[in-house]
């Protein structure tokens, strides 16, 4: 009898597939895309968090003029536009797919019936209506960010 040699499917191929969400290769995974975005935007977050801690902090290290001085700066047209695209964009996708993990992970909406597991492995939650929540978040967060970009510069 000739044996049969089966293929078997790494469904988890390490580190790299959080960092790349394009190194697993299943065909149409938003929330693949959503997950290493949420990822780095919060590092991103936390880095422009600090760098603005740092700047305001200013006054206890080198007096109140030089304060005055880096805020002045910081009202510049070029500054506002980096952190219009930085932290606005950021601030948006990943407050939206926060709203959208808190309601599938914590509260259990569209969570869907388990299905026994077949390679390569799709979830059964991503079908459905959690899929249109995914799609929420990448319609909202262009719109929002737009809006935002119409108050801070022509307001």
Same mark, same amino acid.
């Given at each position: ?9 790494? =469904? ?15 065909? =149409?995974?938003?929330?693949?895309? &959503? ?7 919060? $590092? ?6 600090? &760098? ?21 700066? &910081? ?8 952190? @219009?695209? @930085? ?9 939206? =797919? ?8 914590? @509260? ?19 079908? &459905? ?13 262009? $719109? ?12």
């Amino acid at each position: 009898m000739a044996e049969e040699k089966s293929k078997v499917i790494d =469904n988890r191929p390490g580190w790299i597939a959080s960092i790349n969400p394009w190194v697993l290769r299943v065909v =149409n995974n938003p929330e693949r895309v &959503a997950f290493v975005l949420h990822r780095v935007t919060g $590092i991103l977050m936390a880095l422009i968090i600090m &760098a603005h801690i740092f700047v305001t902090g200013t006054p206890a290290h080198t007096g109140w003029e030089a304060w005055v001085e880096e805020i002045n700066k &910081a009202q510049g047209f070029s500054l506002v536009t980096l952190y @219009f695209f @930085f932290f606005a964009g950021i601030a948006w996708f990943h407050g939206l =797919n926060g709203i959208r993990l808190l309601l599938v992970e914590f @509260f259990g909406v569209c969570i869907g019936k388990p299905e026994k597991p077949k390679p390569p492995y799709i979830a059964p939650s991503l079908k &459905a209506c959690q899929r249109k929540l995914l799609y929420l978040v990448f319609l909202l967060w262009p $719109i929002l960010w737009a809006i935002t970009g119409y108050i801070v510069f022509f307001k």
